[in-house]
């Protein structure tokens, strides 16, 4: 089992930008790859992006490309997403998700979940 934290989250401005971080527990976040969703206000769960165990970011969803970037460090055990340019349509509440099965987009295919930080856009 591995236990998951995300922290990082706030209000910010349109442009502005925001680093979340997801700190691991328990077990050793290397062990695991990790995804990042968010699930905005009357919206389902929706993928953000995915990064292997090794630090290979696999992929963004279309609405983040170019502004999101994953990262991990692995000894600090922490995963890291990076939000540039931030939109109102970016406010959600943001998960970050372990598995032990590579580039998964989807959220049930993720065992193990953070309790969710809240990202908010507005002026």
């Known amino acids: 089992q591995v236990q998951l934290v995300e922290s990082g989250g706030g209000l910010v401005q349109p442009g502005g930008s925001l680093r979340l971080r997801c700190a691991a527990s328990r077990r050793a976040i290397s062990a695991f790859h990790i995804g990042w969703f968010r699930q905005g206000p009357g919206k389902e769960r929706e993928y953000v992006g995915t990064?292997?165990?090794?630090?290979?970011?696999?992929g963004y969803a279309d609405s983040v490309k170019g502004r999101f970037t994953i990262s991990r460090d692995n000894p600090k055990n922490t995963v890291d997403l990076q939000m540039n340019n931030l939109k109102p349509e970016d406010t959600a509440l943001y998960y970050c998700a372990a598995s032990t099965t590579i580039g998964m987009t989807a959220p049930s295919e993720y065992r193990y979940w953070g309790q969710g930080t809240q990202v908010t856009v507005s002026s």
């Open positions: 990064i292997s165990r090794t630090g290979v970011t696999l």
